[in-house]
Nanobody
Framework: QVQLVESGGGLVQAGGSLRLSCAAS????????MGWFRQAPGQAREFVAA????????LYTDSVKGRFTISRDDAKNMVYLQMNSLKPEDTAVYYC?????????????????WGQGTQVTVSS
């Protein structure tokens, strides 16, 4: 079963950029759909972006379209989230998630592997 470890979070000013990384181990990485979710204090965990097996398809929530890019490197067992033009409302703990299936699920409860999360704070 795959294990996930996120990195790359931090404090950034509005308009800045961050790149989140998620390292996977213990499974056949290319078989997994990979997703990024985020959770702000007092809020439910929400879908941000996901990428299909072999990187054929990417999906984004509307609020990050044109600003965030998800990508994967199957040779390195890595998935990335490039975040540009960050806004204070992007502040949250960001989680990497994985599920072994063909389609791209959008709900958190459809993913069965999770990282520990990395904090992203965007100051105004």
């Amino acid at each position: 079963q795959v294990q996930l470890v996120e990195s790359g979070g931090g404090l950034v000013q509005a308009g800045g950029s961050l790149r989140l990384s998620c390292a996977a181990s213990g499974g056949v990485f290319s078989w997994y759909v990979m997703g990024w979710f985020r959770q702000a204090p007092g809020q439910a965990r929400e879908f941000v972006a996901a990428i299909s097996r072999f990187g054929v398809q990417q999906l984004y929530t509307d609020s990050v379209k044109g600003r965030f890019t998800i990508s994967r490197d199957d040779a390195k067992n890595m998935v990335y989230l490039q975040m540009n033009s960050l806004k204070p409302e992007d502040t949250a703990v960001y989680y990497c998630a994985a599920v072994h299936q063909v389609g791209i699920p959008l709900e958190a409860n459809e993913y069965d592997r999770w990282g520990q999360g990395t904090q992203v704070t965007v100051s105004s």
